[in-house]
């Protein structure tokens, strides 16, 4: 875990409310891993006081990304900093994803929540045959596609309002084709709305050894497992942080 003053090297609008930012971080984007997150402090007032959690979407070089969408204050002021300004960061946070190799992996993203899975899909395409369903609002948020189409094998989408794909929500596609590939499918990674992850919790899927993963998100204070402010239930008995013990999870561990 390391505090470090990163400058912004680039900043883009990506959608009317998604934006991604490049940072020069040389010393958290070096232990980087899939999975892990930063803490950003996003103004240097009192208000608001809290950092904000972002998923690592990428890693290059010294560099690495956050992706996020506009909804509250503090992503506003984000949003409104300037290439060359400084953001402080505490990170790389969680618990990475463990190496997988020489699997089937099924990526199943609902809306921003694309961004955690990217870094994901760079380490796993090395030696995994990668298939991603990824649904969105529109066409327009459909972001990252060109960074996906060299590493998956094949990409199935689904917009709300039919602007792009297939019109409707991405389960109930993921739900239908995976009825065709019961034999060779091992893993499954999800990473959007905490009701999309539910549903795929609690889908009665054909392939019974399938391991299914879920990236979570949850209001967290420290970032670093003090506060105990981001808990999710435990089957067994107790609680995870999401901060130390996430932020992806077995779901079957788990009660959404």
């Known amino acids: 875990m390391i505090r470090e003053s990163a400058k912004i090297y680039n900043i883009k609008k990506v959608t009317p409310e998604i934006y991604s930012i490049w940072l020069n971080a040389p010393k958290i984007a070096k232990q980087t891993k899939p999975g892990q997150f930063i803490q950003t402090q996003v103004s240097d007032a009192i208000e608001p006081f809290l950092c904000r959690p972002l998923s690592i979407a990428d890693v290059q070089n010294n560099k690495l990304r956050i992706i996020f969408r506009v909804r509250g204050k503090g992503t506003e002021l984000l949003k409104e900093k300037q290439e060359g300004e400084f953001l ?11 190496p997988i190799k020489g699997k089937h992996i099924i990526l199943c993203a609902g809306g921003i929540g694309i961004a955690p899975l990217l870094l994901l899909a760079k380490n796993f395409s090395k030696s995994n045959k990668l298939y991603l369903f990824f649904g969105a609002r529109n066409k327009q948020e459909l972001i990252l596609l ?7 094998e094949n990409i199935y989408l689904t917009t709300d309002d039919g602007s792009a794909g297939r019109k409707g929500v991405i389960t109930d596609l993921l739900f239908e084709k995976i009825q065709y590939r019961t034999s060779n499918i091992q893993y499954l990674f999800t990473a959007g709305p905490t009701d999309m992850i539910k549903k795929i919790a609690n889908f009665q899927l054909p392939i019974t050894n399938l391991k299914l993963f879920g990236f979570l998100e949850e209001r967290m204070g420290c970032g670093c497992g003090i506060c105990f402010t981001c808990g999710v239930k435990r089957k067994d008995d107790g609680y995870f942080r999401v901060c130390t013990d996430g932020p992806v999870f077995d779901l079957s561990e788990i009660e959404l």
């Open 146 to 152: 060109n960074e996906f189409k060299p590493l998956c």
């Open 88 to 98: 402080q960061l505490l990170g790389p946070l969680g618990n990475p994803v463990k």
